[in-house]
Nanobody
Framework: QVQLVESGGGLVQAGGSLRLSCAAS????????MGWFRQAPGKEREFVAI????????GYADSVKGRFTISRDNVKNTVLLQMINLKPEDTAVYYC??????????WGQGTQVTVAS
């Protein structure tokens, strides 16, 4: 199976920056995409960013476009989310996601990002 471990969450002031990381371990030979979702209290989980493992193509939610950057380390099977100019509305639990093809879809436990106003 595949395990995902997120790190890098914390408390920052509005306008600050934070970098999240997600390391995949186990049967990771068939990674198609990795990405990030987030969920604020009382709200549904929403898409944030995605990266296609083979070619590095990326996609972003409109709400974070221009502020967040997703990147990958193929050797380490790690995805990063660089977050700048953070806003209070970015406050949420951020979840790492991995599409491992025939091995299925996996989720991390989540890491809390809190942006103070």
């Amino acid at each position: 199976q595949v395990q995902l471990v997120e790190s890098g969450g914390g408390l920052v002031q509005a306008g600050g920056s934070l970098r999240l990381s997600c390391a995949a371990s186990g049967r990771t030979f068939s990674t198609y995409t990795m990405g990030w979702f987030r969920q604020a209290p009382g709200k549904e989980r929403e898409f944030v960013a995605i990266i296609y493992w083979r070619n590095g193509s990326t996609g972003y939610a409109d709400s974070v476009k221009g502020r967040f950057t997703i990147s990958r380390d193929n050797v380490k099977n790690t995805v990063l989310l660089q977050m700048i100019n953070l806003k209070p509305e970015d406050t949420a639990v951020y979840y790492c996601n991995a599409n491992m093809g025939t091995l299925g879809m996996y989720w991390g436990q989540g890491t809390q990002v809190t942006v103070a106003s």
